[in-house]
């Protein structure tokens, strides 16, 4: 599989003399060097899970020089974290982890930005807080939270950075399901790519159960916290479709190719009769220009034609300018089991935005969770202010 070397961050503010000499020996990397930490410092990256992955993969971004780590996690230190989750220390028994872990980081590198998030990942919360950054980093140890993050992530088109450990085995790797084309990656995957279905809960040993090494999670922690800093500073070959597995008694590694699968099957659709004045779109037409919306809405209105034109941005937005005959659903919520109301399954579905980079993602993401019949409005509804209702203010 193709993987790029192109940066995925910008170069941020220029270097102060304090950040020159704590990253001095970073920056005589070639692969690295000023520009690239530079990268380092605009990225934004969020921790899902301050445990034991989350510790090796903070404290090494942290030292890196991540200008700012989001961690996400809802538990508190206990005593018998600490044999693994070596971001704490005794005296942290009984903080909240996201807040012990983000003072852990401020002292070791007051030069970033550290934010705890003391939140349990539910689907009302899960884009809102992967739409922030740059890179996800999955440290989390059960399986309903990793699908839900990764879906979020895949929707929005974020680099997935995943790994996973129990007793004295680990694997890591990188899905990004929809990379943009600047990413250079002609072909993206996904979780369901290598882990078709989400497995039951009661299926999946825990490392409460099982046991785990705590130097087998810093392995694999310190491989995740590589992949991020390769994918932000752009070099090397990443991970993307190559899992990693690690046999911490026989001191193997070994990897395993893997790349997109093509047995999804859509939910099935019921086919309903447009009026023949309106264009019959082509099945893999993915988006619709806003003259075909004008003229479809038409046909609705006179009972000749069935669709949801729905509204993903935000509320804020909605009330600044909106299209008459189409329903708010932000895309914080279109993971949420309540959105099946507005679109059904068997729904012809036409999403919008504020231009049109958001509602071609939900649409990518909807078209592979069961939705058969979705496209996206080009140009969003700036370009139906301009090209069709000039009084639908523009922002």
């Not at 970073?26 to 410092?41: A, F, H, P, T, Y």
């Not at 839900?148 to 990004?176: C, E, I, N």
């Not at 040993?205 to 810093?218: D, F, H, K, R």
Request: with cysteine; aromatic share 6%; hydrophobic share 45%.
């Amino acid at each position: 599989m193709n993987t790029a070397r192109r940066p995925l961050i910008s170069p941020g503010r220029d270097l102060t003399p304090a950040e020159l000499t704590r990253y001095a020996r970073q920056l005589s990397l070639l692969q690295i060097g000023v520009e690239g930490q530079r990268r380092l410092k605009a990225a934004r990256v969020l921790v899902l899970g301050a445990g034991g992955l989350g510790s090796p993969v903070l404290t090494s971004l942290a030292a890196a020089g991540v200008g700012t780590i989001g961690i996400v996690d809802s538990d508190t230190v206990e005593d018998s974290n600490l044999q693994r989750q070596t971001i704490f220390r005794t005296a942290d028994v009984g903080l909240p982890k996201a807040v012990a872990a983000a003072a852990a980081l401020t002292a070791q590198n007051p030069l970033i930005t550290v934010t705890p998030l003391v939140v349990r990942v539910t689907a009302e919360n899960v884009l809102a807080l992967v739409a922030d950054y740059d890179v996800i980093i999955d440290g989390t140890d059960n399986f309903e939270t990793r699908y839900l993050a990764h879906d979020a992530a895949a929707l929005l088109g974020k680099p997935y950075v995943w790994g996973s450990v129990l007793r004295f085995d680990g694997q890591v790797t990188l899905f990004w399901a929809t990379p943009p084309a600047s990413s250079g990656i002609e072909t993206g995957v996904s979780l369901r790519d290598l882990f078709a279905d989400e497995p039951d809960a009661a299926e999946g040993e825990s490392c409460a159960i099982a046991g785990v090494l705590g130097s087998v999670c810093q392995g694999i922690g310190a491989a995740m916290a590589t992949e991020t800093v390769k994918l932000i500073v752009g070099f090397g070959e990443i991970l993307l479709g190559r899992l990693l597995i690690n046999d911490g008694v026989d001191a193997s590694w070994r990897e395993i190719r893997f790349g997109p699968k093509s047995t999804h099957t859509p939910a099935p659709a019921q086919v309903t009769a447009d009026v023949p004045a309106v264009a019959p779109q082509r099945a893999d037409a993915p988006s619709v220009t806003p003259e075909e919306v004008r003229d479809l809405l038409a046909a609705r209105d006179n009972g000749e034609a069935h669709f949801v034109l729905v509204d993903i941005r935000e509320p804020w937005e909605h009330d600044v300018a909106a299209i008459d005959g189409a329903v708010l659903l932000p895309m914080s919520q279109l993971m949420a089991e309540s959105s099946l109301e507005v679109i059904p399954y068997d729904a012809r579905v036409i999403l919008h935005c504020h231009h049109d980079t958001r509602s071609a993602s939900a649409r990518e993401y909807l078209a592979q969770h069961g939705w058969s019949d979705i496209r996206f409005m080009s140009g969003g509804i700036d370009a139906w202010s301009r090209t069709i209702d000039a009084a639908v203010p523009r922002y």
